[in-house]
């Protein structure tokens, strides 16, 4: 299949300008353009792009478009909401919602928002899978292989940083951003390690112990003062404990946003943690920390 278009997390929604009114954008923003939890700047969850149907289907390239919402009012309609999944190139998923009223777009808007938003997401990393696994640094896939029992896909400017037992520090620096991925191991005790609590205290003594700031004696460690989300994710062959919120250099004045995922290993009866945090000052970091979490979504069990 041909590849997919548009820029990272942009949607596009094919709606008529006559239905595009306050009411309707309002809702629509709400489910899709509200402001990503954690980041320092706001920052949509979506880049929304609207067009006019005769826009949308008069164009090769915006049908090949990765995400897209077609919403249909006219009479007649069945009040349905179909999907379609890498119809005409890959990945893509064009959701159409027919209805023949406004409270019935709502009410579909309502019930699928999840749905899409989930689907819109995954798209964005198999993208980015794709695109790391083209060219992929195979010492590193060994390296996860070898030490955690699963593999992690890094594209080649990703470098191993630092390496102790249990404990991988890979990175990739450019002149103006910093990507940094932790991940260690330990033997599984109790599901306590899973308390908010616990996952804090764990990723700041490993931020003490290896990730050293820009100044002498400062580390990465979490910010403490800003609210922290959690949720309860299946990665892969994994459920996963997902905690984000934003870190600081004690000692210095770095920061950011942080994703990290923890979960259990039941073939080695290990408790894992996968840490991954982003420098980018002063910059928008939405779609840089999309490419973090697509590699903790590449995880794959190792065959035995």
């Known amino acids: 299949m041909p590849s997919s278009g548009g820029k990272t997390l942009e949607m596009l929604l094919i709606i008529p300008d006559s239905l595009y009114t306050k009411q309707m954008r309002d809702t629509i923003g709400t489910i899709f353009e509200k402001a990503c939890e954690t980041l320092p700047q706001k920052e949509p969850y979506f880049d929304l792009v609207q067009l006019n149907p005769s826009q949308y289907y008069n164009s090769e390239m915006f049908r090949k478009h990765r995400n897209v919402l077609i919403i249909d009012k006219r009479a007649g309609n069945n009040n349905t909401i179909k999907q379609a999944i890498n119809k005409g190139c890959f990945p893509q998923a064009v959701f159409e919602i027919k209805a023949d009223n406004i409270d ?156 990290n995922y923890c979960f259990k290993n039941d073939l080695t009866n290990e408790f894992v943690m996968i840490d991954c945090f982003l420098y980018n000052p002063n910059k928008p970091k939405r779609d840089l920390l999309m490419q973090l979490e697509s590699i903790v979504y590449s995880i794959k069990k190792v065959k035995k």
């Open 104 to 259: 019935s777009i709502y009410s579909i808007l309502s019930s699928y928002a999840n749905t899409i938003r989930f689907q819109f997401r995954k798209n964005e990393h198999i993208r980015i899978y794709n695109a790391f696994k083209r060219d992929e640094n195979l010492k590193l896939t060994a390296e996860t292989e070898k030490m955690f029992g699963f593999s992690l896909t890094f594209s080649s400017d990703f470098y191993l940083a630092k390496k102790k037992d249990n404990f991988l520090w890979i990175r990739k620096e450019t002149q103006k951003e910093s990507f940094n991925v932790m991940i260690y191991k330990k033997k599984f005790s109790s599901d306590d390690l899973f308390l908010e609590k616990k996952v804090i205290e764990l990723r700041d003594s490993l931020g003490k112990a290896f990730i050293p700031a820009s100044v002498e004696n400062s580390y990465m460690g979490t910010e403490h003062r800003t609210q922290m989300y959690r949720d309860t994710l299946r990665v892969g062959d994994f459920v996963m404990i997902e905690t984000k919120g934003l870190w600081r250099s004690f000692g210095d004045y770095m920061g950011g946003p942080f994703l």
